[in-house]
């Protein structure tokens, strides 16, 4: 057998299926004819490749599919492409004469995988196709994109030497892949090591939890944590809907829907799953025979799907938790305490159990403030059932092409680097809506903790990568925002301060929800004072809606709706500064993003933030008439009077009054961060000493490097690197942005590894929470900010690589100003590819080039680091 060419596996599904005309033609048109129809109508696509024209090939197959699979004749010895439909015939490309048909094949390739389909679920018929995928992929009769697709060829079709012929092995094909879906069998996923998350079934019961949030799917509205098969109870199962929360006791959180996928009985309970990153699935299988294959339909919100087979049967328990009957549908509301509610209609097929195979399909609706009219879920439902399971995921795999079309990640070189930021960046792209408004809470879609509160998480770890790969996303959260703005500016009132107070802790109403004490393991209650005095949530909002313009160009956003956001935050820091005799303007009584000092005076980052957003505001009023002058000009003379704990003798910042004068602690003398040093120390002591929970003053050189004093970067990075514990998920892939923007890229990595391992190690032991999506923010800002070094100038795109000696290359595809651009850097030099002419400035004070589509490559290597010894 040679390299490429397997035996065809029975049983297995494939999604393309290409062979040659002059190989399939002997077994009849009619024959083919029927079978390619039927197989494009299951959603199949297929290449039929040819030596002859096409008028001979169209004219004798007469082929007229309805989709959704397409079918394309690759003729004329592969330099015309047709592609058939129930109308006709249309010539779609004419491509370079070439034998062994390789530019046709990357043509079709190139189709597949705007469908999300990849290789392992091609089937190449034919041994004359083998060479598209034989041998050296740098050939060029190789199609590197079909690497791994299946060939098979007569002689490995069967034993016997006389074997079928190509056309047999076809219709033979057809039929078993047209038996699989009616039978409604288990779907295949290509399991691409670059793409796929392997998680063995769960040995220990705390495993279980961790699953299920690293296996949650979620359409931007809902989540659905991932513990179909392991008996688990309801609450490790959640669903849970986008901005739907309920009141608990004294808490509000996000509100528990119906559960859809669970499934009682399987026949073992050591089921290992996949996550297939690259088209939004997760298979399950174990060593018995059980599989399974569920997904949220990121192409209708609220569908979710899923099929199950087990030899020795699935019992499949109740279609939802709680089940409610309506005919043939199981029909579920959960109602919160606010008015609002999640209504569930699913409907399983067969509907009694035990039975080999499984099908269940649900529909979803909420509503934060109504209860929906659960017509609303069975009409989801019903369409869904109509269009069908593989039409459900054709439109799943198709749609996660074109999100990762506008966000994709390569580290060459670094396969589980790549592996673990495309883990981030999926789940980052599943949970925020693209329209109406997206609370994004500090664990997504994905589990409880923190009861779904909307944080600083969402609008500066979150918002970045999505203005960048999902504008309309990042506009969703904006939305959040701005739909609470009334609710933010009465609590500055009520506060005795003006424009907004943004709230600590948000969730549906705007109020602030922050609890006010929690128990420590003692039992102990323990004030929590952030809901209170966490004041730089103001600037990070307006610091986002900054940022979102400068990204995606959207000066228009910032200069109508989205002007409060800067303009009420300088309002609220005008009225919340002290000044003092000497004329100098003090914020005293904060806590900074350093949790472990609280109420501490003129903290570095929220005083930093506080003149950048005074300052942000008076450049955004000025020549309007959103502000009276005298208003902006006191704007400016506040911004100018605010202290910032700089100091230039030791040149750097001091992150609050008083800090230098506490126990000196390098962290790393007692614990290997990431340590929650309060935890280790008691709070006492951490209050007390010179130990930072995480990026506090280091901080302010990621977001607002401009506004901090030149040359400070590397004196306080270098004072707070060792002092802080990166108590907070939040902190090590910042410190990662800021040492590789320090040129110090392989100390860099060692950070970033901590983050893009975090939640798929467990690290912090909190993971069946749910998952860390700040954290998932940071690990690709690490890669943008600070590893390309891009950043928005006006008009132009900042490029300024630097890479680890360990990586061969970095590329990051980003919308940039509207237009996709592709980046890659390596040690070698820069190549850009946009898709509009796009300015260009190389390092942070270089020239400036304009690049021209579709791009081109720039004599720019990164910086590279000293290799660790
Ligand atoms: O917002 C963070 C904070 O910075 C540190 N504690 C956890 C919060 C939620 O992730």
Redesign the pocket.
Known sequence: MRHGVAPLEPGRSYEAILCTWERVAPSGATALRDRIEALCAAGVNVGVFATAPAEVVDGTLQARPDGPGTLHLLTDRGTRISSCARTGTTLVRVVQADPSMAASARWLAALLRERGIGPGLVLLIGGDLASLVDGDMSAPVAVPELRRATVVDCGTATASSSGPSDGAVLLRVADEQLRRRSDRRVPDIDADPRWVIELPAPTHPADVGVHATLLTLADGHFGSRGCIEHGAADAACAVVASGVYTDVDDRRTLLSAPVWAALDDVGTSAVGHRLDLRTGVVEGASDDGFRSLRFASCVRPGVMAVRAEAPGGITAGDVLRPCGRAGDDCVTVARSTRGGGVVAAARQHPAGTPATRVERLAGYAAHPRQVPDAGEARDALARAVRDGFDRLLAEQRMEWATRWADAAVTIHGDDGAQLAARFALFHLLSTVADSGEAAVG?RGLSGLA?DGHV???ADVFVLPVLAATRPRAARAMLEYRLARLDAARRRAASHGFAGTMWPWESADDGADVTPEVWRDHGGRPVPIR?GAAEHHIVADVAWAAHHFAQWTGDVAFLAGVGRPLVLDGARFWASRVDVDAAGQAHIRGVIG?D?YHEMVDDNAFTNVMARWNLRAAADLADGGDAAPSDEIASWRRMADALVDGYDTRTGRHEQFAGFYGLTPLIIADIARPPVAADLLLGRDVVRASQVV??ADVVMLHHLVPDHVAPGSLHADLEYYAPRTAHG???SPAIHAAVWARAGRPDRALDLLRVALRLDLDDVTGTTGGGL?V?TFGSVWQALAFGFLGLRPLGDALQVDPVLPATWDALELTVRFRGGRVVVHASHHGLRLTCERPLTVQLGTAGERVTVHPPGRDLAAPARSGEAKA
């Open positions: 500090a923190y944080f600083w998480d952030t993003p949790e929970k995480q907070s998920s939040l860390h700040a």
